[in-house]
């Protein structure tokens, strides 16, 4: 078992393997960090003309900061599952692409799967602070004045990946589909959080065949929890639901404890096995 004081001196080897994974991120790359903006920005591109323009989609409104650009409402919640799903898609391929310095010594293995999430974080915290710069122009105060409660929002999304990646990352040492898998589920994860499409979409809407409504399902989801509450703090400039903030801290502690523990049993082969 990994002690305290083994994360503690290997806080120097941490920092390291994450700058390692910030520098290739983009090495040889013309754009480099380039890259990391133009990304959510095509995506925020596409779905806004298919939701914004094709299908009328428009922002719910509410909160001080009355705004009605849907574009922006988009980005204050894609930009968090953007990071979110790199961090755990970066992490599941760690240890494997890692093969050869963990079987050369012995280090924390946790340290691999955290560097991924650490340098998905430093990109995510550039594109935020550009996003707030962009609510400011747009009359949004409101966002910095609510800053202090999007920080933590963001340090509950990294637990989360973070769970999540240290679970999957050592899984796929075991099962190499993990990883193929993880593609496809993060995509209908997308579609089934309401991220690209308001809430107001599914009013009135059921479950094919049922009389259950389609709402009632989605809050099940804790990632519809977490964008809604980036565009309470960010988008709409009030403060998220309290039931919001604690269903989705269970599902990020939970996932930290259970990938912790995952990798704790059988990160013990891991040498053996890659």
């Known amino acids: 078992m990994t002690t305290l004081a083994e994360y503690r001196s290997s806080r120097e080897l941490y920092n390291n393997l994450t700058l390692r994974e910030l520098r290739s991120k983009y090495k040889r790359s013309f754009l480099g960090w380039a890259w990391s903006l133009l990304n959510p920005l095509a995506n925020t591109l596409v779905y806004t003309v298919l939701f914004g323009v094709l299908f009328h989609a428009h922002p719910p409104a509410g909160g001080p900061s009355h705004l009605q650009v849907y574009a922006l409402y988009l980005l204050c919640a894609l930009l968090p599952w953007n990071y979110f799903t790199i961090g755990v898609m970066g ?89 193929h898998f993880l593609s496809i589920f993060f995509l209908l994860w997308l579609y089934a959080t309401p991220i690209v499409y308001p809430t107001t979409v599914l009013a009135g809407h059921h479950l094919p065949g049922t009389h259950i409504p389609a709402l009632q399902v989605l809050e099940i989801n804790p990632m519809t929890e977490m964008a809604s509450m980036f565009r309470d703090t960010m988008f709409y400039g009030r403060a998220p639901g309290g039931w919001a903030l604690l269903y989705f801290a269970a599902w990020a502690l939970g996932a930290l404890v259970v990938g912790l523990r995952v990798f704790e049993r059988m990160g013990a082969r891991l040498a053996e096995e890659l």
């Open 91 to 179: 992490s599941v391929g760690s240890l494997i692409s890692n093969a050869n310095l963990i079987k050369k010594t012995y280090f924390p293995r946790e340290l691999l799967p955290a560097s991924s999430v650490g340098a998905a974080l430093v990109s995510h915290l550039i594109e935020m602070g550009l996003l707030l710069v962009v609510l400011l122009t747009f009359g949004d105060y409101w966002a910095i004045e609510w800053l202090p409660m999007t920080v933590v929002l963001v340090a509950l999304t990294t637990v989360f990946g973070l769970g999540l990646g240290l679970l999957f990352s050592v899984l796929n040492v075991y099962f190499r589909d993990i990883e």
